[in-house]
């Protein structure tokens, strides 16, 4: 993705040529940046060769997840409809996890008819549901527990899940007579320890903790764990700015602890896979002149992409086309939508624009569409998945008709 005399690219592609064609807002995704974040994904860690599960919440059409189940990987879900997705992109059943604090009684028995490879569990009630399931179906089901390690992963707090004040997972006395209750039951049979500690993790350090907590807690439980799901939250950089996972000291991590256990890992890599594979392609409606900055009202709303108004996250924007002429004043990038939080960015020193031209919102492959709404009765956004100079329709535009 880049410029070439002026117009921003996506592979081979012209964003102003996309917008002529298919109107505006696009989802737009890059097929080489995917292949090759799956690539880079499986190469830091190929010495232990984990299996690789999709965090399918990231990104939930069924065409791209397909195109990742084509590069090789897994499917992480929590719930009975991502399930469905998975399956319907020809993902491998003994490739899928299923994680979530809240399974019902249907979406765990549809799990053990669809003969996953394991249900993560994160509860005792949840732990004697599956068992009663298991035991009217008269099967023995393979299960996860997840330990909550009481990690802080330094994120934000919306995304935090490792701490002790957060609702995933069990306290490690609560693991303990879990195992116990495992070993006397009769349709269960305990094969994994799973953790995931948060979401746009950008420091290695959290993840060597875990680590550590996982060695002192597998020592005191003296039982062999088939696999350890060590989760994702792996975060990728929203700006120039930002700082990098170094992957290279979390695999020393892993296999220093796998020269003590030998399990098989498991990684629920999500935003890592697909964050930065796509781009948000906007209109510009009006500018908005005030004394101090100018609001930039575009054709994209915090219904298309609610990240910024949720976690106040921050994307880069940029312009369709370059003209080299800088603007005096503040630019506000925001939404039509009813709300003070309907706003992107707020940008200096940004290139002059004018009504009707076109902009790009970055990074937004992950908890982007996943994460969009109707709200305002706004139809969602058209999909495309870019390969080169071919332009793949993986998502109709919903129709205002769907709605109404």
Known sequence: MKYINKNFLIEKVKVLNLAKRFNTP?????????????????????????????????????????????????????????????????INPKKIVFSGVGKTYSEISYAIDKKILLINAESKSEIIEIEKIAKSKKKIIDIGIRLNPNTDAKTLSQISTGKKENKFGVNEKTFLELIKYSKNSKNIKLKCLSVHIGSQIIDHKPYEKMLKVLDKFIKK?????????????????????????????????????????????????????????????????????????????LDVAMNDLIRPALYGAKHRILPAQKIGKISKKTYEFVGPICESTDRFATVKKFQKLKEKDLILICDVGAYGMSLSSNYNSRPKPIELLIKGSKINIIKKRQKLIDLI
């Open 26 to 90: 696009i989802y737009c995704y890059s097929y080489k940046q995917l292949k090759n974040n799956i690539r880079d994904f499986k190469k830091n860690f190929k010495s232990f060769s984990p299996l690789i599960c999709f965090a399918i919440k990231a990104n939930t059409n069924v065409n791209l997840i397909r195109e990742i189940r084509k590069l090789g990987l897994g499917a992480d879900v929590v719930s009975i409809g991502e399930m469905m997705k998975a399956l319907k992109a020809g």
């Open 221 to 297: 439980a003296n039982y062999k764990f088939e696999f350890i799901d060590l989760g994702g939250g792996m975060g990728i950089s929203y700006n120039y700015n930002n700082k990098k996972l170094n992957y290279k000291k979390y695999n020393i991590a892993i296999k220093k602890f796998l020269k003590k256990y030998k399990s098989k890992i498991i990684f629920e890599p999500g935003r890592s896979i697909v964050g930065n594979i796509g781009f948000l392609i906007s209109k510009i409606i009006y500018i908005k002149e005030s004394d101090k900055k100018n609001f930039i009202i």
